[in-house]
Nanobody, 127 residues
């Protein structure tokens, strides 16, 4: 059974940093594009960042460009989201997701194109 397990969420003050990790039990992790999405109460799920299955391309939502960095470690089956200069509007539940051979932003930015999802981790940024 495939599992994606997020960790690293928590409470941080505005301007601070958090590092989210996602551990995937995918047998062929390197064949999957990986994405991070977030959802705040009363809002739709929002694309945050993604990295292609090859690892050669990264994509970001407009609201996090220049502040967040996504990376992957295929040897450890993990994907990481480094979040800097956090703002109160970054408060949400953050989800990790996997898409087989996901390689371009047109598919990696769409929640419906992902096959596997984690349970989410709460990030709260206080002002």
């Amino acid at each position: 059974q495939v599992q994606l397990v997020e960790s690293g969420g928590g409470l941080v003050q505005a301007g601070g940093s958090l590092r989210l990790s996602c551990a995937a039990s995918l047998r062929t992790f390197s064949n999957y594009g990986m994405g991070w999405f977030r959802q705040a109460p009363g809002k739709e799920r929002e694309f945050v960042a993604a990295i292609s299955w090859s690892g050669g391309n990264t994509y970001y939502g407009d609201s996090v460009k220049g502040r967040f960095t996504i990376s992957r470690d295929n040897a450890k089956n993990t994907v990481t989201l480094q979040m800097n200069s956090l703002k109160p509007e970054d408060t949400a539940v953050y989800y990790c997701a996997a898409q087989i051979f996901g390689g371009n932003k047109s598919t990696l930015s769409l929640p419906n194109d992902y096959t596997y999802w984690g349970q989410g981790t709460q990030v709260t940024v206080s002002s």
